[in-house]
């Protein structure tokens, strides 16, 4: 069974604090997605990597960096948390030969920065 | 820019009646249309996909209908089930797996009254 897990459920940290948010999955999948979504927003990509010690930046990439050492984990990293990066954060894996539209998502993190 | 426009941002059905999410969109390369499907507490997960050369596609009581033309899909539950209840987000890709080729729409929450 396909499974994409994430570190914390909840999170509540401080303005200024350095934040890591982990995602590991189980199915050798190349591709990896860090998402937040916001109400009325939906669903926004910060970045992904295709491939170990690879990433790409998406459409919101300020604010935040990604680490990817080994083939099954991808971090997020907030490197100095604000209040307006209070969101819940989805971690995605897709493979690389699979479909292109079909990303197995974990159950989300929410931040709250205070 | 939102590439995908979704409608509407909440709905509120009875049980038995037929839920209707509407989506359009402006980028005539995509060649996918998938709709996720997301409980509280749980991250997207992926319901049914359409192609562009299709005009219906059914999997049980959900169908999605697609008229190229209008650049518009559109989600069709029928029957419409309290454990329906979720967050539906349409989105629309590129065809090809990996870099940022999955664009959401910014989601609708569906209530289905007993």
């Known amino acids: 069974d396909v499974k994409v897990t994430q570190s914390s459920r909840y999170l509540v940290k401080r303005t200024g604090e350095k934040v890591f948010l982990e995602c590991v999955q189980d199915m050798d999948h190349e591709n990896m997605f860090w998402y937040r979504q916001d109400p009325g927003l939906g669903l926004r990509l910060i970045y992904f990597?295709?491939?170990?010690?690879?990433?790409e930046k998406g459409d919101i990439p300020e604010g935040y960096s990604v680490s990817r050492e080994k083939k099954e984990r991808f971090s997020l990293i907030l490197e100095s948390a604000s209040t307006n990066q209070t969101s819940m954060y989805l971690c995605?894996?897709?493979?690389?030969?699979?479909?292109?539209?079909?990303?197995?998502f974990g159950p989300g993190t929410r931040l709250t920065v205070t | 820019q939102q590439q995908v426009k979704q409608s509407p941002q909440s709905l509120i059905v009875q049980k038995g009646g037929i839920s209707i999410i509407n989506c359009a969109y402006e980028?005539?390369?995509?060649?996918?249309f998938p709709w996720y499907q997301q409980f509280p507490g749980k991250g997207p997960a992926l319901l049914i996909a359409?192609?562009?050369?299709?005009s219906e596609k059914k999997e049980g009581r959900f169908t999605i209908s697609f008229n190229k033309s209008a650049k518009q899909f559109s989600l069709h539950i029928m029957d419409s089930q309290p454990g329906d209840s979720a967050t539906y987000f349409c989105a629309a890709s590129m065809g090809y797996p990996g870099a940022n080729n999955l664009f959401f729409g910014t989601g609708t929450r569906l209530t289905v009254i007993p």
């Open positions: 990597s295709y491939d170990v010690k690879m990433k």
């Open positions: 980028n005539t390369a995509f060649d996918y």
């Open positions: 995605a894996s897709s493979p690389r030969g699979g479909l292109s539209y079909e990303q197995y």
């Open positions: 359409i192609r562009p050369d299709v």
